[in-house]
């Protein structure tokens, strides 16, 4: 991991001003994501120490590598003329919000969508952005992010085992009103970054709404289901999520299949 660095040799071409200060503030949000993501890992790693040593390595080795993404878009930043800053208003209480939950399966869901809609954004913007010197960037986010779902996957379910219906049943309203602003976030986002990514609002809803329904849609018993409406809303096929390639990318034989991360940069294009 530490040897893959970034050749940053060439400058970007921008086509505008406009362009280069949507990249900083798309790099800035994912910046933020990876902050964030580590410290999480790295608190349930210690959590979980006593009872199952194996599953806490794993969480120390996925917030390791989320603190290089740290490192790596702390350098890219600078690279593309920006710097880390401080956050907004709206994103700094979302994150605010997350760092007060303490149950574990709270924190592992939460962290599934945020992995979810982060690395559908990137394959989207991977799939847009042409320039030569920021597609690496890119597709190293595309590629571990695409792997962290399938893992927060098997971390979640991991981490439900055993709870009661009530709990459960908070979970389930957790996913709700998580997927409702995260689909809202998309709207925020477009603001900001859009000059960057090319990504349009309702293409982007449409992409959230389709992978964070997808992520369960092979997991019925979870319970984890979306507004309906909003799915009919976006035109999105809610019997057919199961077969959907939202649902291959979060599966488990996808995450064996991402051993060789570069498969994953391939399937996610
Ligand atoms: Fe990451
Ligand atoms: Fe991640």
């Not at 209480?93 to 990137?122: D, P």
């Not at 998580?178 to 309702?202: G, Q, T, V």
């Not at 997808?214 to 035109?235: I, M, N, Q, S, Y």
């Amino acid at each position: 991991m530490y040897d893959e660095g970034l050749d940053l040799s060439q400058p970007v071409a921008w086509g505008s001003e406009e362009e280069r200060q949507a990249a900083i503030k798309f790099f800035n949000a994912a910046f933020r994501a990876e902050e964030s993501g580590l410290r999480q890992a790295h608190e349930l790693a210690e959590e979980v120490a006593s009872m199952d040593p194996d599953l806490a390595e794993t969480l120390r080795l996925y917030g390791d590598e989320e603190g290089w993404h740290r490192e790596l878009l702390t350098e890219f930043l600078t690279f593309i003329g920006g710097e880390v800053r401080p956050m907004g208003r709206v994103t700094g209480t979302f994150y605010r919000l997350y760092g007060r939950a303490k149950k574990m399966e709270s924190i592992v869901l939460v962290n599934l969508m945020f992995e979810t809609i982060g690395s559908t954004t990137y394959r989207m913007a991977l799939s847009r952005v042409k320039h030569p010197a920021i597609r690496p960037m890119l597709t190293i986010l595309t590629r571990d992010e695409s792997f962290h779902v399938p893992l927060n996957v098997h971390f979640l379910k991991h981490a439900m085992k055993g709870r009661t219906l009530r709990e459960r049943m908070r979970l389930r309203a957790l996913y709700k009103v998580l997927f409702l602003a995260l689909l809202a976030s998309a709207y925020a986002s477009r603001r900001r970054a859009k000059a960057f990514d090319n990504i349009e609002f309702k293409e982007l809803a449409r992409a959230y709404a389709e992978h964070l329904a997808a992520l369960f849609a092979r997991e019925p018993d979870l319970g984890f289901t979306p507004p309906p409406f909003v799915l009919k809303l976006l035109g999105i096929d809610e019997e057919g999520l199961s077969q959907s390639e939202a649902a291959r990318v979060t599966s488990i034989e996808e995450a064996e299949r991402a051993i060789d991360r570069q498969q994953a940069v391939v399937s996610a294009l």
